[in-house]
């Protein structure tokens, strides 16, 4: 963490010292870890684990007129970690997950596909009814790593500590300090510098993932050996639809067909060939038909109208009104309105309703409507009833409290990690890196992550150290059974090939 300078006149440093210190031991916050002890059965083997909960507090080291002033809470960070019993540390990777946001805990990950417990829910069109339930997850990560999940300042049970501001950790700077520091203090506290480290993120956990890849290398000479990016968003200028940046549209393009392909828009045509059609488009013929603007000739426009809603589903009036140029949430209210319904942006498989039939943007995600419930349902229960861990703070699954993010970094420019990701690359050839897409994810489109990979300033061997996997899906894939045991195994795939070259 960073220095904090004072101005204590000399002849007062040693009183203001005192006196400092006297009140950091009244007031400092300690480190309120709980400890069970678990077994797991994972096909034919029985894995013994200890998870650990609780908040760890992190601290700066502090220094008044040059002098040393001792360490000051900064923050409590709430984390959750599960590791082996009898494990080799030497041998035995470690994962440490989170998801995205800004603003979200860790539960997604954690309940969803990669710890020893799973949140039981249902799927689109087949939801439980509340307080929906919770199972052993047979197909668990830890099987093949520790796992230790991280909630940033302001999500979760994680805080700034007493008398300190929390938005310094909101923003892309503070959040990577905060989060790399958790990750240095875990892996030292539980000697595990010579194990092999992986960072598991979703969404914009995608985004700090790449960022603390570099981060973690060049601030402590941590190398990882991997990346899981589930849900990539490492180039907020391929989802962000801003005047006078066009490539968005042609990049969710095939994520429209998928979805209405789902809903029946597409007959009885295979995903992949619907998929495929719309990709072939939004690479060449739709971008260029976008450059053109008002040079395009009347038979070209009617063209590209045609060809934009037949795969998108909307009607050629429609797309002839907004210009060819589809906004995400405007694709989600219009998709179904004839039928008076929405669909989702986290998961466009999931459908909705709205109050008034004629919105244009819908005010509810019916896909984020239909998790939250259950992962904070399981959430709750699970720390108190199974892990021993009571805490009176509402468990923030969602805050907005971390609004408005921080960019300052990028002014003047768009928001990336890629420039971290490919340094980190260069710099340990071994890092690779397993991105896991959702075709109906409307949140952060496939096309969009194959379009930041094939643009990454990497050299051509190391372009293999790259691997795609997709579902048929959202952005929390695994909520979908076939999916979640499909991308459990994936994701064991990933870490086995690269322990083992």
Same mark, same amino acid.
């Given at each position: 963490?960073?220095?904090?300078?004072g101005?204590?006149?000399?002849?007062?440093?040693?009183? @203001?010292?005192?006196?400092?210190?006297a009140?950091?031991?009244?007031e400092?916050?300690?480190?309120?870890?709980?400890?069970?002890?678990?077994?797991?059965?994972?096909?034919?083997?029985?894995?013994?684990?200890?998870?650990?909960?609780?908040?760890?507090?992190?601290r700066?080291?502090?220094?008044?007129?040059?002098?040393?002033?001792?360490?000051r %809470?900064?923050?409590?960070?709430?984390?959750?970690?599960?590791?082996?019993?009898?494990?080799?540390?030497?041998?035995?990777?470690?994962?440490?997950?989170?998801?995205?946001?800004p603003?979200? *805990?860790?539960? #997604?990950?954690?309940l969803?596909?990669?710890?020893?417990?799973?949140?039981?829910?249902g799927?689109a069109?087949?939801?439980?009814?509340?307080?929906?339930?919770?199972?052993?997850?047979?197909?668990?990560?830890?099987?093949?790593?520790?796992?230790v999940?991280?909630? %940033?300042?302001?999500?979760?049970?994680?805080r700034?500590?007493?008398?300190?501001?929390?938005d310094?950790?909101?923003?892309f700077?503070?959040?990577?300090? *905060?989060?790399?520091?958790?990750?240095?203090? #875990?892996?030292?506290?539980?000697?595990r510098?010579? *194990?092999?480290?992986?960072?598991?993120?979703?969404s914009?956990?995608? &985004?700090?993932a790449?960022?603390l890849?570099?981060?973690?290398?060049? =601030?402590?000479?941590?190398?990882?050996?991997?990346?899981?990016?589930?849900? $990539?968003?490492?180039?907020?200028?391929?989802?962000?639809?801003?005047?006078?940046?066009?490539l968005?549209?042609?990049?969710?393009?095939?994520?429209?067909?998928?979805?209405?392909?789902?809903?029946?828009l597409?007959?009885d045509?295979?995903? =992949?060939?619907?998929?495929?059609?719309?990709?072939?488009?939004?690479?060449?013929?739709y971008p #260029?038909?976008l450059?053109?603007?008002?040079? &395009?000739?009347?038979?070209?426009?009617?063209?590209?109208?045609?060809?934009?809603?037949?795969?998108?589903?909307?009607?050629?009036?429609?797309?002839?009104?907004?210009?060819?140029?589809?906004?995400?949430?405007?694709? !989600?209210?219009?998709?179904?309105?004839e039928?008076?319904?929405?669909?989702? =942006?986290?998961?466009?498989?999931?459908?909705?309703?709205?109050?008034?039939?004629?919105?244009?943007r819908?005010?509810?995600?019916?896909?984020m409507?239909?998790?939250?419930?259950?992962? $904070?349902?399981?959430?709750?229960?699970?720390?108190?009833?199974?892990?021993?861990?009571?805490?009176?703070?509402?468990?923030?699954?969602?805050?907005r409290?971390?609004?408005? #993010? *921080?960019?300052?970094e990028?002014?003047?420019?768009?928001?990336?990690s890629?420039?971290?990701?490919?340094?980190?690359?260069?710099?340990?050839?071994?890092?690779?890196?397993h991105?896991?897409?959702?075709?109906h994810?409307g949140?952060? %489109?496939?096309?969009?992550?194959?379009?930041?990979?094939?643009?990454?300033?990497?050299?051509?061997?190391?372009?293999?150290n790259?691997? !795609?996997?997709?579902?048929?899906?959202?952005?929390?894939?695994?909520? @979908?059974?076939?999916?979640?045991?499909?991308?459990?195994?994936?994701?064991?795939?990933?870490?086995?090939?690269?322990?083992?070259?």
């Open positions: 963490m960073a220095n904090t300078e101005a204590s006149a000399p002849s007062e440093r040693e009183d @203001h010292a005192a006196d400092a210190t009140t950091r031991t009244a400092t916050p300690t480190d309120d870890l709980v400890t069970t002890q678990h077994s797991l059965t994972v096909g034919e083997r029985t894995l013994p684990y200890t998870a650990t909960t609780g908040r760890v507090v992190l700066e080291e502090v220094h008044t007129d040059g002098v040393f002033d001792g360490h %809470p900064k923050a409590e960070i709430f984390v959750t970690s599960y590791t082996l019993d009898g494990a080799d540390p030497g041998t035995r990777p470690v994962t440490f997950a989170f998801n995205g946001g603003g979200s *805990s860790s539960v #997604w990950l954690h969803g596909v990669l710890g020893p417990r799973r949140v039981v829910m799927d069109g087949d939801l439980l009814p509340p307080p929906y339930g919770l199972a052993d997850n047979h197909e668990t990560l830890l099987a093949h790593s520790d796992l999940f991280i909630d %940033p300042v302001s999500t979760g049970y994680s700034a500590a007493e008398g300190e501001k929390p310094q950790f909101h923003g700077r503070g959040d990577l300090d *905060s989060i790399g520091e958790v990750i240095r203090l #875990w892996t030292s506290r539980n000697g510098w010579m *194990s092999p480290k992986f960072l598991a993120g979703e914009y956990g995608t &985004l700090r790449a960022g890849a570099n981060h973690l290398q060049s =601030r402590y000479g941590m190398y990882l050996n991997g990346l899981l990016l589930i849900s $990539s968003v490492l180039d907020m200028g391929t989802i962000r639809f801003t005047k006078g940046n066009d968005p549209y042609s990049l969710f393009l095939p994520t429209y067909a998928a979805i209405a392909h789902y809903h029946g597409h007959g045509r295979p995903l =992949r060939e619907v998929l495929d059609e719309a990709e072939a488009y939004a690479a060449r013929d #260029w038909a450059a053109r603007g008002a040079r &395009l000739t009347s038979e070209e426009r009617a063209d590209a109208v045609a060809t934009l809603a037949r795969l998108t589903g909307l009607s050629e009036k429609y797309v002839d009104q907004v210009d060819l140029r589809i906004e995400h949430i405007r694709f !989600f209210t219009e998709l179904l309105r039928r008076g319904e929405v669909v989702g =942006r986290l998961d466009g498989r999931f459908r909705g309703w709205e109050a008034d039939g004629a919105f244009e819908f005010t509810a995600d019916p896909s409507n239909a998790i939250t419930g259950p992962y $904070s349902a399981a959430l709750n229960h699970y720390l108190r009833s199974e892990l021993g861990y009571h805490n009176d703070l509402p468990y923030e699954v969602l805050s409290r971390v609004q408005p #993010w *921080s960019y300052a990028f002014e003047g420019s768009h928001v990336q890629t420039d971290d990701l490919a340094t980190a690359m260069r710099a340990n050839p071994h890092l690779r890196v991105v896991a897409c959702g075709y994810d949140a952060t %489109p496939h096309f969009a992550a194959e379009h930041v990979f094939a643009h990454l300033p990497i050299p051509a061997a190391l372009q293999d790259v691997e !795609f996997r997709y579902y048929e899906a959202g952005h929390m894939m695994y909520v @979908h059974e076939e999916s979640r045991v499909q991308q459990s195994a994936d994701l064991a795939e990933f870490i086995e090939n690269t322990l083992n070259g």
